[in-house]
């Protein structure tokens, strides 16, 4: 959803999505692997034009930082304006990344608004990086599903059509998926 509102509201002309490899800091529990999790990407936008999925973390060994994607991608396509998108309960950390200022550098920021979030946190986190005049926002419709609640239903045995497409929901299911209670 955020890719298709990204679009519409910033003029993009596609949005490459870009699973992670190895997370340096965030770990998924139970982890399918980043193959299932590229797969599961390529089912859920199959047919749709505008979207794009990309292998490039996947593709490489050692921790997926978004400056070295962006790097990557720069060096690939350097005629395009890179635009990166992100929640803004992300963005509001940004300053914990590695190498946060090149990031910026690199690429526009599209941040979305996410329940729970002060967007001052995030005007904040931007202006002490110098990156305020870099960054739109993203007005997303609000949806109270997160990929850890959907992780949770699985586990619990509770339905996640129309949360996921049916190709994802047909993989998780067939492959045994997210069976494993979440963490809380």
């Known amino acids: 959803m955020l890719a298709q509102e990204a679009a519409f ?13 190895e997370a340096p800091h965030k770990r998924i529990d139970p982890e399918p692997g980043p193959h299932l999790r590229l797969e599961m990407t390529r089912l859920a936008v199959a047919g ?27 060096d690939e396509r350097p005629d395009d304006e890179l635009t990166f998108l992100l929640g803004a309960d992300v963005a509001a950390h940004l300053e914990r990344w ?7 550098e690199l690429a526009r920021l599209g941040i979305a608004a996410r329940p729970g979030t002060e967007l001052d946190e995030v005007e904040a986190a931007l202006e002490r990086l110098g990156a305020s005049a870099r960054a ?3 007005r997303m419709p609000e949806i109270g599903v997160s990929s850890t609640e959907i992780r949770r239903r699985i586990a619990a045995g509770r339905p996640v059509r129309y949360l996921v497409g049916e190709a994802v929901a047909k993989l998780i299911a067939d492959r045994g998926l997210y069976r494993e209670a979440v963490p809380a």
Do not use: N
């Not at 509201?9 to 490899?21: A, K, N, T, Y």
């Not at 590695?98 to 910026?104: I, Q």
């Open 9 to 21: 509201e910033l003029g993009l002309d596609r949005v490459l999505l870009v699973p992670s490899g």
């Open 48 to 74: 749709d034009e505008l979207l794009e999925v990309s292998d490039l973390e996947i593709s490489r060994d050692g921790p997926s930082y978004s400056f070295r994607t962006l790097e990557l991608l720069r």
């Open 98 to 104: 590695r190498d946060p200022r090149r990031v910026v």
């Open 136 to 138: 739109d926002s993203i």
